[in-house]
């Protein structure tokens, strides 16, 4: 069992930067994937970035590819996403999770261990 704990979200104004964290306790990170996920109001629940954990590589969603980073610290079990010029449509409740060993990175049916989420509001 994976327990995954976000924080550092917040409220920002449009065109700031915030990072955000997602930490895992219970045993350490093993899987395929870690991905991050936000789902904005009224909204479905929209892919963002995913990261390999063995090997570092990083997919981004185009629609925040020149913005956001994925990165991971194996050593401290966590990932955290970089979200630079942030705007109002980015605001979402963010999701960090698990990804199973079948299935893509981008559909969120194949992650099997979810964090409680963290608030993310860019307004001015």
């Known amino acids: 069992q994976v327990q995954l704990l976000e924080s550092g979200g917040g409220l920002v104004q449009p065109g700031a930067s915030l990072r955000i964290s997602c930490t895992a306790s219970?045993?350490?990170?093993?899987?395929?994937?870690v991905g991050w996920f936000r789902r904005a109001p009224g909204k479905e629940r929209e892919f963002v970035a995913a990261?390999?954990?063995?090997?570092?590589?990083?997919t981004v969603s185009g629609s925040v590819k020149d913005r956001f980073t994925i990165s991971r610290d194996s050593a401290k079990n966590t990932v955290t996403l970089q979200m630079n010029s942030l705007k109002p449509e980015d605001t979402a409740v963010y999701y960090c999770?698990?990804?199973?060993?079948?299935?893509?990175?981008?559909?969120?049916?194949?992650?099997?261990?979810w964090g409680q989420g963290t608030q993310v509001t860019v307004s001015s």
């Open positions: 219970g045993r350490t990170i093993d899987s395929e994937a």
């Open positions: 999770a698990v990804k199973g060993v079948f299935g893509t990175i981008l559909d969120p049916r194949d992650y099997v261990y």
């Open positions: 990261i390999i954990w063995r090997t570092g590589i990083a």
